[in-house]
């Protein structure tokens, strides 16, 4: 078999969307007579926004994986790891003087992000296994954008390689960039590393339409070399009969909520169900922010509520599963048609019908149309939520019972492929 090397900074026991999403692509790529050959950051280097150990039995069984050191800048911040915000403080809800102080910081003396401290070594091991396995394929994966860095480096040093950017976030466009504050020179510094990127790869992957289109506006003239392949899921993690529906009315999200997040008139339309006398539970998985835990307290029934701290994987499809609608919010701002959240795709073979708050018109509301597992809402439509949750507790939100097979991880692999030949 061919080789492809795979430089990914979020590897197990690292978690995300981003950690499974090349996890699984290296999974199913041997199936169509490719060996992915993986380089990634050593873990004792490593800065996770979340950590899940479940995910190291995923490994495929003889996947070759280097891992290298790093200079792990976030120490200086805090040496418990743990306490890191997630996206590179973006996400950070306080806002006293170190939190405004260390997001500054980020934006303008780390560019394009802190874990290019992981570059010089990456960059050296790559070069070693391009030469020694004469690898001619190689595949850069970001967020971190200092990741595609790497890549461009590569290009330079073996220009018959083919580079493939897989880019699932925007870059200088990304809904929390201004919160980093960054200068009018930090920003042109930024924005032309994006651009040298998407001019040198020889392949551009995004996960979405409009994502594409956000990338083409930068850099025009690279429409015929991008490609879009969304995230998904794996058929064998939803193994098993479908859990009975559970006895109250269960509204599910699942994942970090920070304070952005507009969660507002959601839990008014839920408030007035409290004071109807209508059942229900609404269940966070995952982190939830100081500001909306508030917003969440002044619910009139307390009980109404779960709170559980993150969980793996596993047990987080287990959660989506055994919903009987899952919540996702897309976040608020200019570029938000072209998110497509991750965990969106495992909602869709979790086949639990979905509410989703964001741009009716952007493409998380298009894939549920197409797919017909749920709807999407404007954060404000008080009327359209109340009615289709209560159009769901009445039973009538009818959803296919099987899984769009678009979406399977497997058919998403043929696509990668595609890239490669």
Known sequence: MQKVLIVTYYWPPGSGAGVQRWLKFAKYLPQYGWEPVILTVDPRFATYPAIDNSLNEDIPPGLVVHKTDAIDYFRYYNRD??????AGFAQDDDN???SKISRFLRGNFFIPDPRRGWNRSAFKKACDLISKDNITKVITTSPPHSTQLIGLKLKKRFPSIRWIADMRDPWTDIYYYDKFSPTILSKAIDRSYEKKVLKAADRIITVGKSLQNIFAA???GIENKSFIITNGYDDTDFEGPQPPDPAIFTISYIGTLPDDYPTGTLLEVLASFTHA?????LRFVGKVARGQKRLIDSLPDPEAVELIPYSDHTRAISYMRSSSVLLLIIPEHKSSAGIITGKLFEYLASCRPVLCLGPVNGDAALI???TGHGRCFDY????????????AMEGNEKIPLSRPEEY???K???KVVETLT
């Open 408 to 410: 399977s991880r497997q």
């Open 380 to 391: 404000r439509d008080s009327g359209g939520i109340s009615a289709y949750l209560k159009a």
């Open 412 to 414: 998403l692999t043929l």
């Open 218 to 220: 930068r850099c025009p």
């Open 81 to 86: 790891k743990s306490l890191i915000p997630s």
């Open 96 to 98: 006293g003087l170190k």
């Open 368 to 370: 549920l149309r197409e």
């Open 277 to 281: 006398g209508i059942r229900y539970k």
